[in-house]
C-alpha cells in the first residue's frame, strides 16, 4: 500500500517515529477542510492562515512530545478541535473581530432584512446579539462549541459529531444542556429578548 493511502492514525504512528513526510500527507489530506473550517468561522484570509499554522504548529508540538494525543485513529477531530481552541482564544483576545457574519444585510439571529427596520428595532436587535454573543461566551466549552457550529455555521448535528469526534447523542446532549444553561442565565439576569 501506497503511504499516501495509509490511514490517519498509522501515518501519525510513523510521524512519531521519525518519518517527517508522514505528517505532509496528513496535512495535504486534510487541509482544505481544516482550512475551510477556520475560514467558515473567522471569515478573513489572513487570520485563517494564522491560526492554520497555529494550529499544525500546536499539532506538531504535541506529536513530537509524546503526550495528549490519544484519538484513537480520529486525527482530523483532534486537529478541529484544537483549531477550534484557538479560534476561541482569538476571539476572546480580540474583542472587535466578528463572531459571525453579521453585514448590515444579514444576521445570524435575524432574516429580517435592515431596509425594513426603523432604528430602534434595529439598535434593540443588536443589543439581542450582544446578549446573546454574552451568554454564549459564559457556557462551558463543548456546550459553546455546538452552539457555535449550529447555529453560527449552520452544521447538522451529524456534522458537530464528526467534527468534535463525539456521538450524535452526546452532540445533542450538550446542545440540551447549552439552551438549558441560556435559558437560566436569561431569567437571571432578566434579559429581554424579544421574538
Do not use: C
Not at 45 to 63: A, C, G, S, W, Y
Not at 77 to 97: E, G, Q
Not at 126 to 154: F, S
Not at 170 to 190: F, H, P, Q, S
Amino acid at each position: 500500500m501506497a503511504k499516501s493511502q495509509l490511514p490517519d492514525a498509522v501515518l501519525v504512528d510513523k510521524y512519531i517515529s521519525g518519518d517527517e513526510n508522514a505528517l505532509a500527507i496528513l496535512v495535504n489530506r486534510h487541509q482544505s477542510k481544516i482550512y475551510g473550517y477556520i475560514y467558515s468561522k473567522v471569515l478573513d484570509r489572513d487570520i485563517t492562515e494564522d491560526i492554520f499554522q497555529e494550529t499544525f504548529f500546536k499539532v506538531i508540538h504535541t506529536l513530537k512530545s509524546r503526550k495528549y494525543y490519544n484519538e484513537e485513529g480520529k486525527f482530523l477531530s483532534w486537529v478541529l478541535r484544537i483549531a477550534s481552541n484557538l479560534i476561541i482564544d482569538k476571539f476572546r483576545s480580540d474583542k472587535k473581530m466578528p463572531l459571525n457574519r453579521d453585514t448590515d444585510d444579514f444576521s445570524v439571529f435575524s432574516r429580517i432584512t435592515d431596509d425594513s427596520l426603523n432604528i430602534e428595532r434595529k439598535l434593540i436587535k443588536n443589543q439581542v446579539e450582544v446578549d446573546i454573543k454574552t451568554i454564549i461566551e459564559k457556557l462551558p466549552h463543548d456546550q459553546k462549541e455546538v452552539i457555535m457550529m449550529r447555529y453560527y455555521l449552520d452544521m447538522s448535528f451529524k456534522e458537530i459529531a464528526d467534527y468534535t469526534g463525539v456521538s450524535v447523542n452526546t452532540t445533542l446532549g450538550r446542545m440540551r444542556y447549552a439552551i438549558t444553561n441560556m435559558r437560566k442565565v436569561i431569567e437571571k439576569n432578566k434579559i429581554y429578548l424579544p421574538s
